[in-house]
């Protein structure tokens, strides 16, 4: 399983971009990338997914060099509500093997 | 369309007891997970259904067990509570191989 590594924390003012960086150096070719928003007691949701380049929707933009060793996920003009714990997944698109959180990154936005 | 959907939201139980879990995936996911949160040991994986059959396992006790019933619905069921079994369920679904997967607002479970 690819392991990841992210920031254990960051801060941040309300209405700056925030870009989240997380390395997975063995990544593997049938392995996608996964974010996860969590809140307090609540379930991860889904915020974006990928496999290179770049993918963005409403809410996030996610950044993937070619040799895909890591990947950024930035979140544009933050506001008090974007503040939770942040994970990156790397998982196959086969599906053998379950999604593995790590710690995730703790963002804190500041008003 | 429902979200995924966990019964029941808190439970407390004593040292020694059992519990059932249940989930509900969404309308036509046929993957369902379940994962164990706590604050030393965060998101940890409990093991994965996916039309019935058990696919993959994390490294739990056999205490921990799970099944999946021919509509998807999944309970989780933990025998012989320990304190530390005091954690989030949370449960997860997807339409299939390396297709989103969605959370569930999980289970509080309260071991006294």
Known sequence: LAKTTQPISMDSYEGQEVNITCSHNNIATNDYITWYQQ?????????IQGYKTKVTNEVASLFIPADRKSSTLSLPRVSLSDTAVYYCLVGDVVGNTPLVFGKGTRLSVIA | KAGVTQTPRYLIKTRGQQVTLSCSPISGHR??????????????????YFSE??????????????????????????????????????CASSLGAGEKTFFGQGTRLTVV
């Open chain 1, 39 to 47: 809140f307090p007691s609540q379930g991860p949701r889904f915020i």
């Open chain 2, 31 to 48: 993957s369902v997970s379940w994962y164990q949160q706590t604050p030393g040991q965060g998101l940890q994986f409990l093991f994965e």
């Open chain 2, 53 to 90: 059959t058990q696919r993959n396992k994390g490294n739990f006790p056999g205490r921990f067990s799970g099944r999946q019933f021919s509509n998807s619905r999944s309970e989780m069921n933990v025998s012989t509570l320990e304190l530390g079994d005091s954690a989030l369920y949370l």
